[in-house]
């Protein structure tokens, strides 16, 4: 039997076309298989959160225990003439990856490069 | 007579309700061990004379938000702000019952207590969602800030528009450096304290009085 990672590269328009429930469900189903998953735009501050609070149902003792989750920093975009008006200014989610905690590791991050470390189960 | 009377209490006890402001809510959020509990500790004895929960050196000793109510601070030109004080459990994204068994914990205990964290965590998510108006961050500052967690944290914060402080705690030990965390999170206040020794504690009461109140 073929052994290895599979890595899902989940493109923004894809991402365009889910909930946000739809995403974390896909993205902890995915995970929980032993799935890296990367998303080309990561999670909003919303979807972040509830992401948390639900992979914290997820955890099983001797079965998944979490994520690892890691995205590059967020860049301010340059408010509009609208924004500027209303005072917003929306911080971009980036390229983000997320896989299981006890299979994937940082090594190191920088604005630029997200270098990781990747077993199978 | 007493129908008036009634109907009087009625109406005041109906217009109380409507008019009250629920007292603000301060969550102390931050990753495991950052010295949570010990501030949320110091706040209120230093206020109350009383305390919040007990303190350990293993993980998620915190496991269910502990609220506080009614801390009157006073800041150094007379101010008050009256607040509950929301002590919460540490987030993380990752939670493994064997992280226990290196403090000496029994297995059963271990599992017990991942399964209460995990409901903590995702207990302080909600909280955060729902029922805080304001946020003291807090940072080990021996440690990277720059780990994924504090940054989704602070960035679920502001898209919330909730005032926050940045404590950089644990500046009593020698790898200490606040300075880092600063360079982190420019866009917010950051306030270097000791919780053990109280260095600095009375610098953070002032932000507080003039961040929250």
Known sequence: MQQGVQIDLISEERLSTLTSMEKIHMILDDVREGTIVILEKGLDPEEQSKLIEMTMHEILPDGFNGIEIESYPSRDQAPGFLQRLLGKSTPESRLTVIGPANQLRMIRKDKDVISAWISSR | ?213
Not at chain 2, 1 to 23: E, N, P, Y
Not at chain 2, 103 to 115: C, I, T
Not at chain 2, 141 to 156: A, E, K, R, Y
């Open chain 2, 1 to 213: 007579m007493s129908i008036f009377i009634q109907a009087k209490r009625r109406v005041s006890k109906f217009l109380a309700a409507f008019f009250r402001k629920r007292r603000t809510r301060i969550g102390i959020y931050g990753p495991p061990n950052a010295g949570k509990t010990t501030l949320a500790n110091r706040i209120a004895r230093d206020w109350t004379g009383e305390s919040v929960g007990p303190v350990s050196e293993i993980p998620h000793e915190t496991r269910r938000a502990t609220r506080k109510q009614d801390v009157t601070i006073t800041g150094n030109n007379g101010s008050t702000i009256t607040i509950d004080i929301v002590d919460t459990p540490g987030v993380t994204t990752k939670i493994d019952y064997k992280e226990f068994l290196e403090y000496g914990v029994g297995k059963d205990e271990a599992v017990l207590r991942a399964r209460e964290a995990t409901e903590g965590v995702a207990e302080a998510m909600h909280w955060l969602r729902e029922d805080i108006d304001g946020v003291i961050y807090m940072l080990d500052s021996t440690l990277d800030p720059f780990l994924q967690v504090n940054i989704m944290m602070i960035g679920i914060i502001e898209s919330r528009k909730l005032p926050v402080i940045i404590a950089a705690n644990k500046i009593d030990l020698p790898d200490a450096s606040p300075q880092r965390i600063r360079s982190a999170f420019p866009q917010h206040p950051v306030i270097s304290i000791s919780c053990t020794d109280g260095k600095n504690i009375e610098e953070l009461y002032e932000q507080m009085v003039y961040h929250f109140g």
